[in-house]
């Protein structure tokens, strides 16, 4: 008997009600299909509405009974986070599940719309704004969960509470790292707070490893031939997107997940979905500073 998490093991989602953010390519888009092949209807929040249209009618093909909508959502504005989660709350009384899912990756220098550092305001910022703005459907839906797309780069990064938007010096990997640890903060944060008001929500994270995902493919590297090399050992040495996106689905759905919980390939950077530990730079005093400085810059407090 095996003893991997697959596909096989997601239950029946029949009438369950799933967001996904970025969920027109890489791990947004393999979680949109494997949770809609158990009957969920997902939303697909997507900030470039005719590459989530053909992705959804891919997925309509390949998954006949799939129950879809895509709805437009910009991670890198909080006036497109506001806006959708009106639209969300106006059409849907449930929300199942949660899933945190879109963002960047090393980008050159850059500011979301709201002055952010493209990275942290996408990564972290907008996901943040989006939870508090759709918690209290997340509440009145029985076992429903949150879940945070984090990355192995949160393992070694830190919070530059000096310069959260590395307007001194950028460094587009420490920018990075930093988001991602935001993601863990974040769940830890949200976990405790949802605990105190005796809140059946969980809020859980999960990480894919390093796969094969559009994210790693529209890197772009500084030194030329760099980044063409990158995306070939990276389709050589690691899994398919498919495969993951199961730490977050699972994160998602296994009946076993606790709130809290983290979750990523059993080999480290690639393998199948378990619990692994958090890293050593997530603790509970960066967890409360960072929400409360999440709370003042995006102007969405809750809980």
């Given at each position: 008997?095996?003893?991997?998490?697959?596909?096989?093991?997601?239950?029946?989602?029949?009438?369950?009600?799933?967001?996904?953010?970025?969920?027109?390519?890489?791990?947004?888009?393999?979680s949109?299909?494997?949770?809609?092949?158990?009957?969920?209807?997902?939303?697909?929040?997507?900030?470039?509405?005719?590459?989530?249209?053909?992705?959804?009618?891919?997925?309509?093909?390949?998954?006949?009974?799939?129950?879809?909508?895509?709805?437009?959502?910009?991670?890198?504005?909080?006036?497109?986070?506001?806006?959708?989660?009106?639209?969300?709350?106006?059409?849907?009384?449930?929300l199942?599940?949660?899933?945190?899912?879109?963002?960047?990756?090393?980008?050159?220098?850059?500011?979301?719309q709201?002055g952010?550092?493209?990275?942290?305001?996408?990564?972290?910022?907008?996901?943040?704004?989006?939870?508090?703005?759709?918690?209290d459907?997340?509440?009145?839906?029985?076992?429903?969960?949150?879940?945070?797309?984090?990355?192995?780069?949160?393992?070694?990064?830190?919070?530059?509470?000096d310069?959260?938007?590395?307007?001194?010096?950028?460094?587009?990997?420490?920018?990075?790292?930093?988001?991602?640890?935001?993601?863990?903060?974040?769940?830890?944060?949200?976990?405790?707070?949802?605990?105190?008001?005796k809140?059946?929500?969980?809020?859980?994270?999960?990480?894919?490893?390093?796969?094969?995902?559009?994210?790693?493919?529209?890197?772009?590297?500084?030194?030329?031939?760099?980044?063409?090399?990158?995306?070939?050992?990276?389709?050589?040495?690691?899994?398919?997107?498919?495969?993951?996106?199961?730490?977050?689905?699972?994160?998602?759905?296994?009946?076993s997940?606790?709130?809290?919980?983290?979750?990523?390939?059993?080999?480290?950077?690639?393998?199948?979905?378990?619990?692994?530990?958090?890293?050593?730079?997530?603790?509970?005093?960066?967890?409360?500073?960072?929400?409360?400085?999440?709370?003042?810059?995006?102007?969405?407090?809750?809980?």
């Amino acid at each position: 008997m095996s003893n991997k998490w697959t596909q096989n093991d997601i239950p029946d989602l029949t009438s369950k009600v799933v967001v996904i953010t970025g969920a027109n390519s890489g791990l947004g888009l393999e979680s949109t299909k494997a949770l809609a092949a158990e009957g969920a209807t997902v939303v697909m929040a997507c900030r470039n509405l005719n590459k989530a249209e053909m992705a959804a009618d891919a997925t309509r093909k390949a998954i006949p009974n799939a129950q879809l909508a895509v709805m437009a959502l910009d991670m890198a504005n909080l006036a497109s986070v506001h806006t959708f989660a009106a639209d969300f709350t106006a059409t849907y009384d449930r929300l199942d599940i949660l899933m945190n899912n879109a963002g960047v990756m090393a980008t050159p220098q850059m500011t979301t719309q709201d002055g952010f550092e493209l990275q942290l305001g996408t990564n972290h910022l907008g996901h943040y704004a989006l939870t508090g703005l759709l918690i209290d459907t997340l509440l009145a839906t029985p076992n429903s969960r949150i879940v945070n797309v984090s990355s192995g780069a949160a393992d070694g990064a830190k919070i530059r509470f000096d310069d959260l938007m590395f307007s001194d010096e950028y460094s587009r990997f420490e920018a990075y790292g930093q988001s991602k640890l935001a993601n863990l903060l974040f769940t830890v944060e949200l976990q405790k707070r949802l605990a105190e008001n005796k809140a059946p929500t969980l809020a859980v994270a999960a990480h894919p490893g390093v796969t094969s995902s559009n994210l790693v493919s529209s890197m772009r590297m500084p030194v030329p031939g760099i980044t063409t090399l990158a995306k070939l050992l990276t389709r050589l040495m690691f899994p398919d997107t498919a495969t993951g996106a199961l730490s977050q689905v699972r994160a998602a759905v296994d009946s076993s997940v606790k709130g809290g919980e983290y979750y990523g390939p059993d080999k480290g950077m690639r393998g199948w979905p378990v619990q692994v530990a958090m890293p050593d730079a997530v603790n509970a005093a960066d967890a409360a500073r960072l929400w409360e400085i999440s709370a003042d810059l995006t102007g969405v407090h809750f809980l």
